[in-house]
């Protein structure tokens, strides 16, 4: 591999994907917004942070989906990504699974495919 592959300008190539990302939801899709899942993690701090640079902090909703087991620094993480962005956050309170239990109307769901 060629290092020069490497030598980018951060800048240009942000703003050539938040281009990709606005055509594609507010044309393509013709949505309003997206809600992108925050786990606090690098993937999605920066999917969330190219999304708000490109469709605007009010066209972003970030979403906690905490399991029993998550680690307590994943959701303090993702909390302080979605302030910092300026982003809505909302926390799906009891795990995605139980959500989706009670929404169908059926038993607890296993979460095994």
């Known amino acids: 591999m060629n290092a020069d592959l490497l030598k980018i300008d951060p800048g240009l190539v942000a703003g050539q994907i938040a281009t990709v990302i ?3 939801v507010f044309h393509q899709l013709r949505r309003r917004g997206v809600v ?3 786990s ?5 701090t920066v999917v969330a942070a190219l999304c708000a640079h490109a469709l605007g902090t009010g066209c972003v909703l ?3 989906m905490p ?3 998550s680690d307590p620094e994943s959701l303090r993480l993702g909390r302080l990504v979605a302030a910092s962005l300026g982003i809505v ?5 009891g795990g995605i699974f139980a959500l989706f239990s009670r929404l169908l109307g059926i038993g607890q769901l296993t979460g095994e495919a």
């Open 67 to 69: 399991e029993h087991d």
């Open 40 to 44: 606090g993690g690098v993937d999605s």
């Open 62 to 64: 970030g979403l906690l």
């Open 89 to 93: 956050l909302l926390a799906v309170v």
């Open 22 to 24: 606005r055509d594609q």
């Open 36 to 38: 992108v899942g925050l």
